[in-house]
């Protein structure tokens, strides 16, 4: 059963995803318990993003066929690539674990080495992603914890309806560049990759210790 909780826009994509002949804007109202005009509202814009299609549906008893929405097939590049993720492993956790391991050697390559000017961690961190062409957006601390939250949209893009490789990846770059300054920096420094409630493009790496 689609899990009523979330953002609406993933939930009706959720639940087109779930369809194997499509649905229209009334029985997704239904499903989620939203007035059909925002079903409709969030179908149209899944289309508008290339995220869903119409589709022609039988209508139900006499009068014209449904306009369903269904989602859209993966361009063959796309599908080609998800296909050679899927090979990470045969979980989610499998696939973040090896996409952390190709992420430390991102880092390792193009990332360049700690400077001993800079010992601190955030700054470290920072540092490294600036450096792979990740935007860090803001930086905050909370209790003890530091929180960068970091434009994904690259690696979702690279890695569409597998967040876990774009996680993992994430979470190498940044193991990597405090790693890197073990020398300069508390050993005791832990990160962790969490996403952001407020947007589908971003993540938060959190840094604590």
Not at 49 to 74: K, S
Not at 190 to 199: F, L, M, V, W
């Amino acid at each position: 059963m689609t899990d009523v909780i979330g953002k609406p826009r993933d939930r009706v994509r959720d639940l087109l995803a779930e369809s194997e002949s499509g649905l229209d804007a009334h029985e997704v109202a239904r499903a989620l318990s939203i007035h059909s005009t925002t079903a409709r509202f969030h179908l149209i814009n899944l289309v508008t993003d290339g995220d869903a299609v119409t589709v022609q549906l039988p209508p139900e008893g006499v009068g014209r066929p449904r306009v369903a929405y269904r989602i859209a097939p993966p361009a063959a590049a796309a599908r080609l690539t998800r296909l050679l993720l899927m090979r990470l492993g045969d979980t989610p956790e499998a696939r973040e674990d090896a996409a952390s391991d190709v992420g430390r050697e991102w880092a390792r390559q193009l990332a360049p080495a700690p400077q001993t000017s800079l010992p601190d961690p955030v700054i470290a961190v920072e540092s490294t992603l600036t450096r792979l062409g990740v935007e860090v957006r803001s930086v905050a601390s909370e209790l003890g914890r530091h929180l960068l939250t970091v434009c994904a949209c690259e690696l979702d893009d690279l890695a569409p309806g597998l967040p876990e490789v774009a996680r993992g990846a994430l979470r190498g770059a940044v193991d990597e560049a405090l790693q890197g300054a073990t020398d300069l920096l508390i050993s005791d420094v832990t990160a962790s990759i969490e996403p952001d409630p407020d947007s589908d493009c971003t993540l938060i790496v959190v840094l604590s210790g």
